[in-house]
T-cell receptor, first 114, second 110 residues
Framework: GAVVSQHPSRVICKSGTSVKIECRSL??????MFWYRQFPKQSLMLMAT?????????EQGVEKDKFLINHASLTLSTLTVTSAHPEDSSFYIC??????????FGPGTRLTVL | GNSVTQMEGPVTLSEEAFLTINCTYT??????LFWYVQYPGEGLQLLLK?????DKGSNKGFEATYRKETTSFHLEKGSVQVSDSAVYFC?????????FGTGTSLTVIP
């Protein structure tokens, strides 16, 4: 099946710093990529949808200035958590959708903000 | 609107026991239905899916049938193994967007 990678898999940072998470579709071109957040023992919550070359669409309640999304190419999307705080600590998962419609999930990035 | 409700856990079973995890949904239109599995510290892996009513998805001994009349997609396995311990998510896709249930944690003990 198709492969979606995320980097880094784990990151620990100090409060106030910014963290960038990369999501790559390794063997297909993704027309759309999605970013999810997962709190401990809870389900995935969609944060935003990004289409290559255009601005991301954020879900209600997600601060677009806090969570910057860039979808620079058909195989790469980045999520930058700006001025991170402990409450931003979470598991962030991306997914990428093929032009044919099937969606594949990345392995996730565990962010811990001290 | 679209939503997924799945049975709350945690579920603890002995090896070789029968597993059922209930999942029901509400949706506008004709969604596709999925079960994903998440092992500790990892992302989601697609376990099985069904794209239309009466379809049965199956993989690794797990099965689920898309029941439109009861708006359900219950996950079953006849004989669980310790390696099946994980969190299972029911999900629907409608309008190219996914909606997930809250997940059910399964622990299988030897």
């Amino acid at each position: 099946g198709a492969v979606v990678s995320q980097h880094p898999s784990r990151v620990i940072c100090k409060s106030g710093t910014s963290v960038k998470i990369e999501c790559r579709s390794l063997d297909f071109q993704a027309t759309t990529m999605f970013w999810y957040r997962q709190f401990p023992k809870q389900s995935l919550m969609l944060m935003a949808t990004s289409n290559e070359g255009s601005k991301a669409t954020y879900e209600q309640g997600v601060e677009k200035d806090k969570f910057l999304i860039n979808h620079a190419s058909l195989t790469l999307s980045t999520l930058t958590v700006t001025s991170a705080h402990p409450e931003d600590s979470s598991f962030y998962i991306c997914s990428a959708r093929r032009p044919a419609g099937e969606q594949f999930f990345g392995p996730g990035t565990r962010l811990t903000v001290l | 609107g679209n939503s997924v409700t799945q049975m709350e856990g945690p579920v603890t079973l002995s090896e070789e026991a029968f597993l059922t995890i209930n999942c029901t949904y509400t949706a506008t239109g004709y969604p596709s239905l999925f079960w994903y599995v998440q092992y500790p510290g990892e992302g989601l892996q697609l376990l099985l899916k069904a794209t239309k009513a009466d379809d049965k998805g199956s993989n690794k001994g797990f099965e689920a049938t898309y029941r439109k009349e009861t708006t359900s997609f219950h996950l079953e396995k006849g004989s669980v193994q310790v390696s099946d311990s994980a969190v299972y998510f029911c999900a629907l896709e409608s309008g190219n967007q996914f909606y997930f249930g809250t997940g059910t944690s399964l622990t299988v003990i030897p």
